[in-house]
């Protein structure tokens, strides 16, 4: 189920011209995403990046808000991104002060949230960064660039 979806999502990485959703610098991350082996076992559907309450939280990727308020009692930002296939991929951003609201068109790198305070999942307070395609949770890290491969020897010079 997760290798046919992340085969998806590498197949539109090159529609996309994502970012970090916070820093510069290029924030810590926290917790890696860690997939659960069935789709409500136990796991880490997201990444948790360092960032304190304040911080300004902008847009991975260009799309369109979807969604942008309280869940469970932490404010939630959700941005979908079109010609990414079907379903088309959605990034999440909690906990969050939305800046922006639902059927606002957002560009790659856009003031969209800042850091809300408690309360959260992680301390200190971090940015749960998420990826979905339909019901399915990705790692959101895989839309970032990569530095390009380097061939190194097979024994030392």
Do not use: K
């Amino acid at each position: 189920m997760y290798s046919t979806a992340f085969a998806l999502a590498l197949s539109v990485l090159t529609a996309l011209t994502a970012t970090w959703p916070v820093g510069p610098p290029r924030p810590a991350v926290v917790r890696g995403w860690e997939p659960p082996a069935s789709a409500y076992g136990p796991g880490h559907r997201g990444v948790d990046l360092a960032a304190p309450p304040g911080t300004e939280v902008r847009a991975a990727a260009a799309g369109r808000v979807s969604f942008a308020g309280p869940v469970a009692g932490r404010g939630v930002l959700s941005i979908t991104h079109p010609s990414t296939g079907t379903p088309p991929l959605r990034t999440t951003y909690e906990p969050v002060r939305p800046l922006v609201r639902p059927g606002t068109e957002v560009t790659a790198g856009q003031l969209v949230a800042v850091v809300s305070g408690p309360p959260s999942h992680c301390a200190p307070v971090c940015l749960h960064w998420g990826l979905r395609r339909g019901d399915t949770y990705l790692n959101p890290l895989t839309l970032l660039p990569r530095p390009p491969s380097r061939l190194l020897p097979l024994t030392p010079p």
